[in-house]
T-cell receptor, first 113, second 117 residues
Framework: EDQVTQSPEALRLQEGESSSLNCSYT??????LFWYRQDPGKGPEFLFT???AGEEKEKERLKATLTKKESFLHITAPKPEDSATYLC??????????????FGQGTRLTINP | GAVVSQHPSWVICKSGTSVKIECRSL??????MFWYRQFPKQSLMLMAT?????????EQGVEKDKFLINHASLTLSTLTVTSAHPEDSSFYIC?????????????FGPGTRLTVL
């Protein structure tokens, strides 16, 4: 059974204080690892897809990396508007049907000005 | 691109009534859409997978007679909560799947807040 564990559960940073969020996963065959951002009362917003170990993707202050067992979301010099819950999800190869996502519990990130 | 809308954004209804939620992919066609439920400070829980022109596939423990799903076109899926009760109050989110590279990316709607009195 595919599993995703995110840590920490919550993280408070000062504006400009860089850090990383962790996503550990076990999957039978990784088709893709996804990062989403979710603001309170809204649907998740797609950020990145990573396909294979060693891959990296960047968007503004965010950089996602992938190994065979985990993914990191690095946030550099964050701003208060980066405050949100960050969700990690994996998609595995399935014999038939749509490709479901298995989500982690998320990391609630708060950036204090 | 890849915009998904939901309607309504919030709804309040009386116990015993039925509520329909619409999910639309605005700028792409989606063979597959998904319906999730989210409780406060929890992650998304997949309820069902909706495929255009066929019956939905429900996750274990989800009552298919209570949560009716119809995927009538490549841009529209609906979720009807039948005979709603207070315990059905929740945040319902849909997503639409778009092929991207070697995988399918799910793009999410803004969610619908259901309150059953």
């Amino acid at each position: 059974e595919d599993q995703v564990t995110q840590s920490p559960e919550a993280l408070r940073l000062q504006e400009g204080e860089s850090s990383s969020l962790n996503c550990s996963y076990t999957v039978s065959g990784l088709r893709g690892l996804f990062w989403y951002r979710q603001d309170p009362g809204k649907g998740p917003e797609f950020l990145f897809t990573l396909y294979s170990a060693g891959e990296e993707k960047e968007k503004e202050r965010l950089k996602a990396t992938l190994t065979k067992k985990e993914s990191f979301l690095h946030i550099t010099a964050p701003k208060p508007e980066d405050s949100a819950t960050y969700l990690c999800a994996v998609q595995s190869f399935q014999i038939q049907g749509a490709q479901k996502l298995v989500f982690g519990q998320g990391t609630r990130l708060t950036i204090n000005p | 691109g890849a915009v998904v809308s939901q309607h309504p954004s919030w709804v309040i209804c009386k116990s015993g009534t039925s509520v329909k939620i619409e999910c639309r992919s605005l700028d792409f066609q989606a063979t597959t859409m998904f319906w999730y439920r989210q409780f406060p400070k929890q992650s998304l829980m997949l309820m069902a997978t909706s495929n255009e022109g066929s019956k939905a596939t429900y996750e274990q423990g989800v009552e298919k007679d209570k949560f009716l799903i119809n995927h009538a076109s490549l841009t529209l899926s609906t979720l009807t909560v039948t005979s709603a009760h207070p315990e059905d109050s929740s945040f319902y989110i849909c997503s639409a799947s778009l092929a991207s590279g070697s995988t399918d990316t799910q793009y999410f709607g803004p969610g619908t807040r259901l309150t059953v009195l």
